[in-house]
């Protein structure tokens, strides 16, 4: 599975960004996504997640609870994360992640057996 992230911008603080992942391949299906962020000088932080198969169930980092929103569609391999009320503290390359198990990008215990993209750029101004 390849990994394509985009909509990465510099925003103004209160505004909004929609990031945008396509992934490759044919079992899109199978996986759980998500979006992983860095900060300069940080740690690798959980953002949101939503799970594969039916029903599909979202989890969110607290800070961006109510904030962000993570959707899928299946139909064409991507996922969107709609970042609304954007903050300065907001600001890191955003990775878009893929594994089978949903809690493997929750809590950031992603394996050689999982994929993630090459990152987007969200900069938030105060």
């Known amino acids: 599975v390849q990994l394509q992230a985009s909509g990465g911008g510099l925003v103004q603080a209160g505004g909004s960004l929609r990031l945008s992942c396509v992934a490759s391949g044919r079992t899109f299906n199978s996986y759980a996504m998500g979006w992983i962020r860095q900060a300069p000088g940080k740690e690798r932080e959980f953002v949101a997640a939503?799970?594969?198969?039916?029903?599909?169930?979202?989890h969110y980092e607290d800070s961006v609870e109510g904030r962000f929103t993570l959707s899928r569609d299946n139909a064409k391999s991507a996922i969107y994360l709609q970042m609304n009320s954007l903050k300065p503290e907001d600001t890191a390359v955003y990775y878009c992640?893929?594994?089978?198990?949903?809690?493997?990008?929750?809590?950031?215990?992603?394996?050689?057996?999982?994929?993630w993209g090459q990152g987007t750029q969200v900069t938030v101004s105060s």
């Open positions: 992640a893929a594994s089978v198990f949903l809690h493997h990008i929750v809590e950031l215990s992603l394996t050689t057996d999982d994929y």
């Open positions: 939503i799970s594969q198969g039916g029903g599909w169930s979202t």
